[in-house]
């Protein structure tokens, strides 16, 4: 099962979030227009490295299990172009996305 909901930033913008039920796991994501923050399963170095030419802006926070506690996670690896922005290992996921809006 697939759940798609709004999520409010601190600015009063709007972020979508993304939750997938899988077999024994949940895939967690909130995307703004310019990027996104993601559970454990996103791969921050192979966005880094293979595809770097894309400059996507991302984060991931490991050892979540809801969108509320992405949104409170520390970051624990961030793409190049993320640090670019301003969004650093162990910020909150909603700090980071506010600097993706």
């Known amino acids: 099962m697939m759940r798609m909901v709004p999520v409010s930033l601190a600015d009063g913008s709007t972020a979508l ?8 796991t949940t895939l967690l994501a909130v995307a703004t227009d ?7 399963a996103l791969d921050v170095a192979l966005l880094n490295d ?3 030419d894309r400059g996507i802006i991302a984060g991931r ?3 979540v ?3 509320e506690e992405l949104m409170e996670a520390p970051l624990e690896s ?4 993320a640090e670019a922005l301003g969004i650093t290992v162990g910020m909150k996921g909603a700090d980071a996305l506010l600097l993706m809006v």
């Open 17 to 24: 979030g993304v939750e997938v039920l899988l077999p024994k």
């Open 34 to 40: 310019k990027g996104y923050i993601m559970c454990g």
């Open 50 to 52: 293979r595809l770097k």
């Open 61 to 63: 926070a490991v050892g």
């Open 65 to 67: 299990r809801t969108l």
């Open 78 to 81: 961030v793409t190049g172009t």
